[in-house]
C-alpha cells in the first residue's frame, strides 16, 4: 500500500518514543490532555469534548470521569529529531563562505546535513521550549470510553469507522518546523551555535537555524501546537472483527466490548487499546 506523506513523517517518528506524531501540529487547545476526539484518514484530529470539564461532560448527558491525576508541565529543549533512515553528517563552513552558500547565518558554530539517499525521510525541529503534560494514569478514560461508547457512537457515526480517542499525553511547542520527502536523494542543512549558560541553565543551550537553500520547511509558529501524544482509544466492527490496523494491544488483559446499537440493530465488538504509546513495535504494520 501507498503512504502518504502523513503516514511517512508518524512511521519517521515512531523512533523517538514521544507517540503518535502529528504531520500537521494541532493547536493545544484542540488538543491537550483530556481532550475526547478522533483522527480522520488524513491524521488531521476532530475534537469533540474536554472531559476534564465536567460541566461540559454532564450538560452533553455523558457519565462523570472518575478521580484524575495531572503531571506537568515540564519543559525541555530538543535538537533536531530525524527519522532512523536519516544520516547527519558535518559539513564543513569553510570560514563562513561555506554556510552563505546554504543559506545559514556566517557566524555560525557549525552544521548539519540530514540526508537520504533514495529513500523517505524527516526531520523535525522545534525552536522554543517544548511542553510535556498529562496524566498520571489512564484507566479512569478508558472506564469512561467504555460507559460512554453506545452514546459516542451512535451520536457521532464516523467514529465507528476511525475510533475515538483520549489523549492522556501531549508534546507541544510554539515554534515548530518539519520538513518530510517521500524518495529520491535529499537534504536539509542545519546551523547551529552552542552558546554560554544563563542564569538558572545547568549548561551551555544550543541554538539551531534551518538553511534558507533548504526545500520543503514547513512552519507553525505564534502559538502552542501539539507535536506528539499518547492516550487511549476505543475502536469497533461489526460483530467478528474490523479492518483497522489497531495500534497496540492494551496490556493487562483483554480490553474487548460489546457495544448495544438500538437503532440499526446491530451490536458492535468494541476493542480498547493503549494510543500512540511508547511500546509500539513498528514491526506490526
Not at 460507559?147 to 457515526?157: E, G, M, S, T, V
Not at 483520549?166 to 535529499?186: K, L, M, N, P, Q
Not at 493487562?252 to 504509546?277: P, S
Request: with cysteine; hydrophobic share 40%; proline share 4%.
Amino acid at each position: 500500500m501507498v503512504k502518504n506523506i502523513q503516514t511517512i513523517y508518524r512511521d519517521s517518528m515512531r523512533r523517538h518514543r514521544f507517540g503518535y506524531a502529528l504531520y500537521e501540529p494541532v493547536p493545544f487547545e484542540r488538543l491537550r490532555p483530556g481532550m475526547l476526539g478522533h483522527l480522520d484518514e488524513y491524521q488531521r484530529w476532530h475534537p469533540i469534548l474536554d472531559l476534564t470539564d465536567a460541566t461540559a461532560v454532564e450538560a452533553a448527558g455523558y457519565t462523570a470521569v472518575g478521580y484524575l491525576q495531572s503531571n506537568g508541565p515540564d519543559t525541555r529543549r530538543w535538537g533536531p529529531l530525524a527519522a532512523s533512515d536519516v544520516s547527519a553528517s558535518s559539513v564543513e563552513l569553510e570560514a563562513g563562505a561555506g554556510a552563505a552558500v546554504l543559506g545559514l547565518p556566517v557566524d555560525l558554530g557549525g552544521a548539519l546535513s540530514f540526508s537520504t539517499a533514495g529513500g523517505a525521510g524527516a526531520v523535525l525541529m522545534c525552536d522554543d521550549d517544548v511542553v510535556s503534560e498529562g496524566f498520571d494514569f489512564r484507566d479512569p478514560f478508558l472506564v469512561w470510553l467504555k460507559q460512554n461508547a453506545r452514546l459516542l457512537f451512535a451520536k457521532y457515526p464516523d467514529l465507528k469507522k476511525h475510533g475515538v480517542c483520549v489523549a492522556t499525553w501531549t508534546y507541544s511547542s510554539e515554534d515548530i518546523h518539519i520538513s518530510v520527502w517521500e524518495s529520491g536523494e535529499h537534504s536539509v542543512a542545519v546551523g547551529f551555535n552552542v552558546g554560554v549558560p544563563g542564569t538558572g541553565e545547568a549548561g551551555p543551550r544550543t541554538s539551531w537555524f534551518r538553511g534558507h537553500a533548504s526545500s520543503g520547511w514547513s512552519a507553525w509558529t505564534g502559538q502552542k501546537r501539539v507535536v506528539f501524544f499518547t492516550g487511549v482509544k476505543v475502536r469497533v466492527g461489526i460483530l467478528g472483527g474490523t479492518k483497522e490496523q489497531r495500534e497496540k494491544d492494551w496490556r493487562g488483559g483483554d480490553q474487548t466490548f460489546i457495544v448495544e446499537d438500538d437503532k440499526h440493530g446491530n451490536d458492535y465488538k468494541a476493542e480498547a487499546e493503549l494510543f500512540g504509546d511508547d511500546w509500539y513495535d513498528i514491526s506490526d504494520d
